[in-house]
């Protein structure tokens, strides 16, 4: 059961954002490696190899290591997440490589994205474009019953395909232009689908759109990398969804007339 | 001291109204001069903080992740109970009341677990609002399905991502109250002390992950949302960063830890595979309602292909010994059992430290009588992850399965009001010990998370502060820069110790890990405990001594980070086994070896119907033994009668 395998590993390191990084070379670290290790482990087993010859650990985010947080984002080989489809990088397994393979590991590469350190992204545009409408505003106490307004099958998961988006920044990485679109997407398709995101339908969808531009992530023309790389496989048609909603929303939004103080 | 839960008497279907009723408010106008702390930004935290925010207070909420998306509460997977009774099919609050404090094993305060069970219908309304999108039938009304052994079908769910779908809907919440400036959100920054002056919480210490900044942030009142301490075992359900450092931190400032021993075993979680192992995976539990679960009977078959095992060579324990309710035995019973059979030699897959730690949950029978098709329907998800972390295709071999610690039903004592013992210092979600006594039902975290944020917090804490009024506390108080010096020593102290060590820290929290699973974790007996409580303390001598640290602590530095978390959870490991210990009885998921009958729990409730509270006294006079005193809230249950749990 215990095979291992020796890798040729270059990892990206960089102190910090105006830090120009280089890769180095740690296949001497890199031996012995379990199959059944995940690749996140494969790392952990080179880090406290690192720290006992007394060099710096590889800094790498990750939480849950199930594949739900979304916290973790290493591009291997080229590619975000690694070889296996629909995988983060926290389910995917060193049986996946050949003993001897080469291994180069980088953050995720967008100028919205700056490196804070080695393979550590600052991914906070994402909560900013959340932050301009990926909501529904309802406050704790004044909802209607859950089944007031029924939800056809069909609409809810439709709903459910698109807010499955874990926030990784995957189809980022993988877009020629560093494009958010399927992120955004995703959120603007989830809530604008639902009968209770009708009401803010316009104004959240002109807000992310134009946060998302504000925050310097390219536009999308067509490439389709971003649904090959996404590990929840979120489909490229949200994004078509978003721009047919946005031309709508562009032609006849009209803002709320902001009133300084009340009526009476 | 005497431990009050101020919970209201009378009638218990209406203490909560009058108690809001009995509540003090704070004026509208002067909400917004109040400032209130939020650490954590799971469902607790996140639906507290934009709950808060959206009745007028200024929060600062903090969480130690990237974002306030990733906390961990988005990997709970079935569901989330609430009393709707949608499917006409006998549930009511009080059922599910009923049902929770059962399930406790007469644990839990009968006030709290009531009003969770009212304000569950609240929950499923305010997340639809919010676009959750949970599960729906074709006439578009919201699917249930029964869980955990329910009886009645009242849990609400969103495919197998339920908390994802919930913690999203928090978040977003949460980022209105943001764009709108009423919360002011920290990330990648970890509570690292709590600030009590006058004998109430006065602010938080934090350290910022990235620059290693420390600081004093002040606040009215503070709310710890920050989960629970599964990771004291090292392997856990939990994500990495899961910590206690935030509660217990806490806890040495004064606030009482409760029941620290009930943590809570998953039976159906994928098996160590080697010693690298930095995290355990759980698998719905519905697998069980298909798959067969077994041991060869012989230890030479152990590593034996196991379709070679004839069916005479096969140990289908549940089977045997429950044979009503057979691998469908409640979690507790199921993870004992497992943990038995491999401790006799009879475990199969890898050898780790001389035992085979894994079960075969076998679906060849189910594939036989329904079809690969029907099955694949059921779990193909399921299977999917099986096989993408194992390698191995369980439509042909069978799963290994393991239990491992996924919930922790202790944590900070709270009265009904969600306070703790320190005035103006809240505590929310898996991070108090209230309402799941000494077990918790499926689908019941989500539910209890959401209650404490949305419907709870936003009451109680205007009820303190209207009474309380304004902190005086100022930044050149003693109490801030005190707490700021000492926070600031301990960091250093563990860089300075770091660059002469020899052992990392990974290595010290998996063999302090491996103590407590092995003395405290499914089956506990008082030499076990007694051992536990003697090699503890040296292993943490250890630590202080040899810890190998890289870095320094003036950046982003994560060995320094684990160190701190680490350092924490030593001195809960020996808290949990000596709350172990002097719990003298077996109930719910604390098991005691010298009470059962036939691998069941016996309660002795003449003795232990009471939350064990222990104050922190460090290595002062007060300490009788070691360092901490024991405080108890006795629990009356004039609602639901005790009774014995039987299974046979």
């Not at chain 2, 996140?46 to 808060?52: C, E, H, T, Y």
């Not at chain 2, 998306?69 to 009080?94: L, V």
């Not at chain 2, 869980?147 to 809907?169: E, M, P």
Request: charged share 25%; with cysteine.
């Amino acid at each position: 059961m215990a095979e291992t395998i020796d890798l040729k590993l270059h990892v990206w390191r960089q102190k910090g954002p105006s830090d120009p990084g280089k890769f180095e070379d740690y296949s001497q670290y890199a031996k012995g490696i379990s199959t059944h290790a995940s690749f996140l482990e494969f790392l952990d087993v080179v880090n406290e190899r690192l720290v006992l010859a007394n060099q710096e650990p590889i800094v790498f985010d990750h939480d849950c290591r199930e594949g739900i947080c979304g916290m973790c984002g290493i591009v291997i080989n080229g590619e975000p997440h690694g070889p296996q489809k629909a995988t983060t990088t926290c389910q995917l397994h060193m049986r996946t490589f050949r003993n001897g393979e080469e291994l180069w590991v980088e953050p995720w590469r967008a100028a919205a994205f700056p490196v804070i350190r080695d393979l550590s992204v600052d991914r906070s545009a994402f909560d900013r474009i959340i932050q301009a409408g990926g909501y529904i505003t309802a406050r704790a106490g004044a909802a209607p019953d859950a089944n007031a307004i029924p939800i056809p099958k069909r609409l809810a998961d439709e709903a459910m395909d698109a807010a499955t988006c874990i926030g990784c920044g995957a189809c980022v990485a993988a877009c020629p232009n560093a494009s958010a679109s399927l992120f955004m997407a995703a959120k603007i398709g989830h809530l604008n689908t639902l009968p209770q995101g009708q009401a803010e339908r316009d104004k959240r969808t002109l807000a992310m759109v134009a946060q998302h531009e504000r925050e310097g992530f390219g536009a999308c023309s067509n490439h389709y990398l971003c649904e090959a790389a996404c590990p929840k496989e979120i489909s490229v048609q949200w994004i078509a969804r978003m721009n047919r909603d946005l031309l709508k929303a562009a032609m006849t939004y009209k803002p709320e007339p902001q009133r300084a103080g009340g009526d009476g | 001291m005497e431990l009050r839960s101020n919970a209201p008497t009378g009638p218990i279907e209406t203490r909560w109204e009058r108690h809001k009723a009995d509540i003090k408010l704070v004026n509208p106008a002067n909400k917004r001069k109040y400032e209130i702390i939020v650490v954590g930004t799971g469902l607790a935290g996140g639906a507290g903080a934009a709950s808060l925010a959206d009745l007028g207070y200024k929060v600062k909420a903090f969480c130690y992740q990237d974002s306030a998306r990733r906390a961990h509460s988005i990997a709970a997977q079935g569901g989330i109970n609430a009393a709707k009774n949608y499917q006409g099919d006998g549930d009511s609050i009080y059922r599910l009341f009923y049902d929770t404090v059962k399930g406790g094993d007469f644990r839990a305060r009968e006030s709290n677990v009531y009003r969770l069970a009212q304000v569950s219908v609240d929950i499923i309304d305010q997340c639809v609002a919010l676009g959750v999108p949970f599960a729906r039938e074709y006439g578009g009304l919201l699917a249930n399905r029964s869980f955990g052994g329910a009886q009645v079908s009242r849990t609400f769910y969103a495919r197998g991502q339920t908390g994802q779908q919930l913690l999203l809907g928090a978040y977003s919440h949460l980022s209105r109250t943001i764009a709108e400036g009423k919360v002011e959100l920290r990330t990648r920054c970890e509570m690292i002390d709590l600030i009590v002056e006058d004998n109430r919480a006065r602010g938080i210490v934090t350290r910022d992950l990235v620059t290693g900044k420390i600081e004093a942030h002040l606040a009215d009142a503070v709310v710890l949302a920050t989960g629970g301490y599964g990771n004291v075992f090292y392997l856990s359900t939990n994500a990495k960063g899961c910590n206690a450092t935030a509660i217990w931190r806490a806890h040495r400032r004064g606030a009482f830890f409760a029941n620290p021993c009930f943590t809570q075993i998953h039976p159906t979680c994928i098996p160590q595979a080697g010693v690298y192992q930095s995290k355990l995976t759980l698998m719905s539990e519905s697998l069980r309602n298909d798959g067969r679960v077994w041991v060869p009977r012989k230890k030479e078959d152990c590593t034996r292909d196991p379709a070679s095992i004839p069916e005479r060579d096969r140990y289908y324990y549940l089977e045997e010994k429950y044979p009503a309710f057979g691998n469908l035995m409640p979690r507790d019973i199921a993870s004992r059992q497992a943990k038995f059979v491999c401790d006799q030699g009879l475990g199969v897959g890898p050898e780790i430290n001389g035992v085979r730690r894994g079960v075969y949950l076998d679906f060849a029978d189910a594939i036989k009588r329904d079809g690969k098709q029907a099955i694949a329907d059921r779990y193909g998800n399921l299977f999917d992850m099986y096989q993408r972390i194992t390698g191995e295709d369980p439509y042909r071999v069978p799963m290994r399965i393991y239990p491992a610690t996924h919930y922790t039903m202790g944590g900070l004592w709270v009265d009904y009001n969600l306070m703790s013992n320190i005035p103006g210092l809240f505590v929310a979600g898996e991070a108090n010990f209230s309402d799941h006594g000494a077990n918790r039902l499926g689908a019941s975290a989500l539910m209890q998370g959401l209650a404490d944020g949305f419907f709870i917090l936003p009451y109680v804490i205007g009820n303190y502060l209207a009474q309380a009024g304004k902190s005086k506390t100022t930044e050149s108080s003693a109490a801030v820069t005190t707490t700021l010096r000492e926070a600031q020593t301990r960091f250093r102290k563990l860089i300075e110790i770091g660059q002469k060590g020899s052992r990392t820290v990974d290595d010290f929290h998996r063999k302090l890990g491996t103590l407590i699973w092995d003395h405290c974790g499914m089956a506990r007996n008082p030499s076990g405990l007694k051992s536990a409580l003697g090699q503890i303390p040296e292993l943490r001598e250890e630590f202080y001594r040899d810890v190998k640290i890289t870095g320094s602590g003036e950046e982003l530095n994560r060995e320094l980070e684990k160190a701190g978390r680490v350092a924490d959870f030593f001195e809960l490991g020996e808290l949990m086994c000596r709350d172990a210990l002097e719990r003298d009885e077996s109930c719910g998921c604390h098991f005691r070896e010298d009470h059962q009958a036939d691998g069941e729990c016996v309660r002795d409730d003449e003795h232990f119907a009471h939350v064990a509270a222990w104050e922190w006294c460090g290595q002062g006079p007060e300490a009788r033994d070691g360092n901490h005193k024991q405080h108890r809230e006795a629990l009356s249950f004039e609602y639901v009668k005790m009774a014995q749990r039987s299974y046979k």
